[in-house]
Nanobody, 128 residues
C-alpha cells in the first residue's frame, strides 16, 4: 500500500521561500512519476510540478515556472518542492501525488487523472 506524507508547509510573507517534502512508502512501480498539486479555496486542483523517477525530467505549470523547483531523491523515495519568490496567489493546500509512468502513449504530467496515490496535503499561506 502506497502512502504519501507531505511536510514543510507554513506561513510566509510574499517574496519568501518554503521547501515542501513528500515521503513515499510502498511504491513498487519500476518507473513512476511524482507530482505536486495545489488547491486554493473555491478553485480547481492545479498540477504545478512533476518529476519522472528514472530520468529526473521535470515539468512545470506556467504559474510556477522559474520560481519553483521539484527534485527527487530516489534513495529516500522523497520529493521536494523548493518554492521561491512566493506570492499571495500561491496560497493553497499542496498535495503530493504518485502514479505509474510507462513512457508509452500520451501522458499528461500535470493532470490529476494520471496519479493514483495522494497525500493528505500541507497548507501554504503567503501574506502580502
Amino acid at each position: 500500500q502506497v502512502h504519501l506524507v507531505e511536510s514543510g508547509g507554513g506561513s510566509v510573507q510574499a517574496g519568501g521561500s518554503l521547501r515542501l517534502s513528500c515521503v513515499a512508502t510502498g511504491i513498487t512501480y519500476s518507473t513512476y512519476a511524482m507530482a505536486w498539486f495545489r488547491q486554493a479555496p473555491g478553485e480547481e486542483r492545479e498540477g504545478i510540478a512533476t518529476v519522472i523517477s528514472t530520468t529526473g525530467k521535470a515539468f512545470y505549470a506556467d504559474s510556477v515556472q522559474g520560481r519553483f523547483t521539484i527534485a527527487l531523491d530516489n534513495a529516500k523515495n522523497t520529493i521536494f518542492l523548493q518554492m521561491n519568490s512566493l506570492k499571495a496567489d500561491d496560497t493553497a493546500m499542496y498535495y503530493c501525488a504518485a502514479g505509474a509512468y510507462s513512457g508509452v502513449g500520451s501522458w499528461y504530467p500535470l493532470n490529476d487523472f494520471e496519479y493514483t496515490h495522494w497525500g493528505q496535503g500541507t497548507q501554504v499561506t503567503v501574506s502580502s
